[in-house]
């Protein structure tokens, strides 16, 4: 079964970079045609997704995220990452790294990592 | 396209029935609507994908249905372990996936 797990800062200043890592163990991130992604939740609200990638390097994003969004892929850590510019307090939220199956959907989540956009 | 949920909040007993609704604003593929459960202070599970398909480990007293514009997910008899939130989300659209704004079950 696979696992995901995010890691990165959990404080970023306005106007910074936000970066988030998402570590897949319990399989290869290369194995099967699935596509990676990212998705966030600001407390107490819904899910918005954010993008994902497939091993390959394609991605696709959100397009009302993409002007500042970057999603890349590490096959040899077994990683993929978030990375997302000019962050505001409307960045904040809780992220989740999630894989899509070969349903279409997100079968399997990251236990999500919060971040705060503060000065 | 959006997604909207009904209702927002249901307070129901163990043991009940429970349709959840979700509509979307214009007719969207059965392939691409799926459920998803989320209990506090956890990421949200897959239930449901393809509209009625149950996802892995998923007990079969959740069950989905719906075309066109309707869709719902049935709870045949709710554990106590059910209370959450729960999500409809289409993909394939723009962007590429949506989710309803949820619907709360609560004791």
């Known amino acids: 079964q696979v696992q995901l797990q995010e890691s990165g800062p959990g404080l970023v200043k306005p106007s910074q970079t936000l970066s988030l890592t998402c570590t897949v163990s319990g399989g290869s991130i290369s194995s099967g045609s699935v596509y990676w992604s990212w998705i966030r939740q600001p407390a107490g609200e819904g899910l918005e997704w954010i993008g994902h990638i497939d091993t390959s390097g394609s991605s696709t994003y959100n397009p009302s995220l993409k002007s500042r969004l970057t999603i890349s892929v590490d096959t040899s850590k077994n990683q993929f990452s978030l990375r997302l510019n000019s962050v505001t307090a409307a960045d904040t939220a809780l992220y989740f790294c999630?894989?899509?199956?070969?349903?279409?959907?997100?079968?399997?989540w990251g236990q999500g990592t919060l971040v705060t956009v503060s000065s | 396209t959006v997604l909207t949920q009904s209702p927002g909040t249901l307070s129901l007993s163990p043991g009940e029935r429970v349709t959840l609704s979700c509509r979307a604003s214009q007719s969207v593929s059965s392939s691409y609507l799926a459920w998803y459960q989320q209990k506090v202070g956890q990421a949200p599970r897959l239930l449901i994908y393809g509209a009625s398909s149950r996802a892995t480990g998923i007990p079969d007293r959740f069950s989905g249905s719906g075309s066109g514009t309707d869709f719902t997910l049935t709870i045949s008899r709710l554990e106590p372990e059910d209370f959450a939130v729960y999500y409809c989300q289409l993909y394939g659209s723009s962007p590429l996936y949506i989710f309803g704004q949820g619907t709360k079950l609560e004791i």
């Open positions: 999630a894989r899509v199956g070969m349903t279409g959907a997100q079968d399997s």
